[in-house]
């Protein structure tokens, strides 16, 4: 009975030894197939994050465009004035309006391209922006006359003025606070990336006929143009315009697009609703903007100095007639050459869109302001070594080599501050409901200085020398170092809605967040 006993028992701890082995695997199991749920889910959030990352980047270097027309034509202009000359047989006055007509008719464009963005939506502004640009390169490449190679340059400059307003606030408003400041920058790189093109353009075409050579040289400018056509059928419009609109919907949705969290859409939908003064489906009674801009408030008086005065120093510290004019500038430390002239300015656009580059990878990482510091300074430091240079050191290899490392020197420590960061905070600052028009009458100010320094460079150059003129650019470099310190403040890692309460402060206006010794620290980590 016993040995009976002891089997039974032993069958019986047997089977409750296979039940809980079965219970065990079933138990494995679960575990099993929740770590792969898991582990899917995980990874299929990742390709989501990475999808929406480069439909971002694709709106922002679609958007960016038109910017590759502003720099083609400036670097273009620098090579195909010198053949227009010798074909059309025009005065020196008439090169330095054919030259700088472009910057003070596109403000006509500015001007426009903020109304009519928020009346047909910023997608279809960047359209419009490409069409009246196509048409003028059209007429510029055939025109047979100074007259008509003007009315060409002037429909050009329209299109221009539009592009520039557009892309950085378009881009702003659909990207992620943490991704803002690097795209906001890719319109700065675009125009780099085109000055580069028109001076490689510019060597590669100069070995044809004169009459020729120039023409090839305008009509390539029409290229970029042809694929914004193509990017309208990938980007979409801003969603705080659609807001604007009182399309909310249609808003959520390209913010699911846009926007690698969707716990923080809902979130980002309701700042821009009430950004835009639509709460609970009502629009707040505001001013007329216009009337509203010509008689600010103290805080919209602060983002007016900070945009307009930022915009304004980009270029009356002579970043264009840098560029414009370098074959000038390495002709007046003794380069005679022309094919050697168009090639010491492919190095200055190659280090032009180098650095605009570095900014990119910067501006989000140590901020606005250090780079800033970094750049203004740097650039006062060029443009006085210039001035020496030219003034100094006359004609000579060493002058030559000194005059192309200024200019190299000038240009990168623009680009990788000043440049792309002017765009960048014009576009982060204002009120919803003012920012397309706030912006263009930035945009405005920046083509008036750039067309004003154009339309005088060669004329105040007879009159107080090349090197007199860059003295100068060098002084109004070095008082941008202080206005960087008093009025810009630090807009890194916050949302549009929240750079609008900075400015209700006076004193973080001033730029109470980042002071000078953060350069010293930006230095040190690059």
Request: proline fraction near 3%; glycine fraction near 10%; include cysteine.
């Amino acid at each position: 009975m016993g040995l009976v006993g002891v089997q039974e028992n032993g069958k019986g701890e047997m089977a409750l030894s296979l039940g809980n082995k079965s219970k065990y695997k079933r138990m494995d199991s679960e575990l099993s197939d929740e770590f792969d749920d898991e582990a899917s889910n995980h990874y299929n959030e990742l390709e989501r994050k990475k999808s929406i990352r480069k439909y971002v980047l694709a709106c922002a270097i679609f958007a960016s465009l038109n910017n590759v027309l502003l720099g083609y034509d400036v670097g273009v202009m620098s090579g195909a004035i010198i053949f227009i000359q010798e074909d059309l047989k025009i005065s020196e006055v008439q090169e330095e309006v054919l030259v700088g007509i472009l910057s003070i008719i596109s403000l006509l464009g500015s001007l426009a391209g903020g109304r009519t963005s928020d009346i047909i939506g910023r997608k279809w502004t960047i359209a419009f922006a490409a069409v009246i640009f196509q048409i003028g390169a059209a007429i510029m490449t055939f025109a047979p006359s100074f007259q008509i190679l003007m009315i060409g340059r002037v429909l050009a400059g329209v299109g221009i003025g539009f592009g520039v307003m557009i892309a950085p606030v378009y881009i702003a408003e659909i990207s992620p606070t943490v991704d803002r400041g690097s795209l906001t920058s890719f319109p700065e790189i675009f125009i780099n990336l085109g000055i580069l093109l028109g001076y490689v353009s510019n060597y590669a075409f100069s070995g044809l006929s004169v009459h020729i050579n120039w023409r090839v040289m305008l009509a390539v400018g029409i290229l970029p143009s042809v694929f914004i056509g193509f990017a309208l059928f990938i980007i979409p419009e801003s969603p705080r315009w659609l807001v604007m609109q009182n399309r909310v919907e249609d808003a959520r949705s390209v913010l699911l697009k846009t926007n690698e969290n969707e716990n923080d859409v809902d979130e980002r939908l309701s700042e821009i609703v009430a950004a835009a003064g639509m709460s609970n489906g009502e629009k707040n009674e505001e001013k007329a903007v216009w009337r509203e801009l010509l008689s600010p408030s103290p805080p919209l008086r602060r983002m007016l100095i900070t945009g307009f005065g930022i915009q304004c120093f980009q270029q009356i510290t002579g970043i264009d007639a840098t560029v414009y004019y370098s074959p000038e500038i390495f002709k007046e430390a003794g380069t005679e050459n022309n094919s050697k002239l168009l090639a010491a300015t492919v190095a200055v656009g190659v280090t032009k869109t180098a650095f605009i580059l570095i900014a990119t990878f910067l501006v989000d990482r140590v901020g606005r302001k250090p780079l800033l510091y970094v750049s203004t300074i740097g650039m006062t430091v060029c443009l006085l070594a210039l001035s020496l240079t030219l003034g100094f050191l006359g004609h000579g290899q060493l002058g030559v080599a000194l005059a192309v490392l200024c200019v190299c020197g000038n240009v990168a420590f623009f680009s990788v501050g000043m440049g792309p960061i002017c765009w960048i905070l014009t576009s982060e600052i204002f009120p919803l409901r003012l920012r397309a028009q706030a912006s263009a009458l930035g945009a405005v100010g920046n083509r008036v200085c750039s067309g004003l320094v154009a339309m005088s460079f060669l004329s105040l150059s007879r009159t107080i020398t090349v090197g007199g003129t860059f003295f100068l650019f060098a002084l109004l470099s070095a008082l941008s170092v202080l206005f960087a310190y008093k009025c810009v403040p630090e807009t890194k890692g916050k949302s549009l809605e929240q750079i609008e309460l900075l400015f209700e402060n006076h004193n973080e206006w001033q730029g109470s967040e980042v002071e000078m010794g953060d350069s010293e620290h930006l230095v040190q980590k690059a």
